[in-house]
């Protein structure tokens, strides 16, 4: 699976199918809950690339988070502390700093 097939599977599993854990290539990586706003989140690997999702908050004042407040299912994507992509209802969106990072596609 390339970065971007992997990034909506991740999406898929949390946000669509509701599961406790997201599994890529067998393994197991578990789903928890921020604190504050109870937002879906996980840490995963891909490559040598540890990445993190995390669900929109729909009380922020970004148009992602108007869209999760119409009720679409929304997951951001980071590395390295910079946000790299989104996936909106199985649509991936990538940041400027995918490529200025020089993640692979």
Do not use: C
Not at 17 to 37: F, I, M, N
Not at 55 to 76: C, D, F, I, Y
């Amino acid at each position: 699976m390339t970065l971007g097939e992997t990034l909506i599977e991740v999406w898929r599993q949390i946000l669509v199918d509701g599961k406790p854990r997201v599994e890529l290539a067998g393994k197991p990586y578990p789903v928890t809950t921020t604190r504050a706003k109870k937002l879906r989140t996980v840490r995963f690997e891909y490559a040598p690339y540890h990445i993190d999702g995390i669900e929109q908050n729909p009380e922020t004042g970004s148009r992602w988070a108007l869209l999760a407040r119409e009720g679409r299912r929304v997951m951001q994507f980071t590395f390295g502390r910079r946000y790299i992509a989104n996936v909106s209802e199985g649509e991936l969106v990538r940041y400027p700093a995918w490529h200025s990072m020089g993640l692979p596609e």
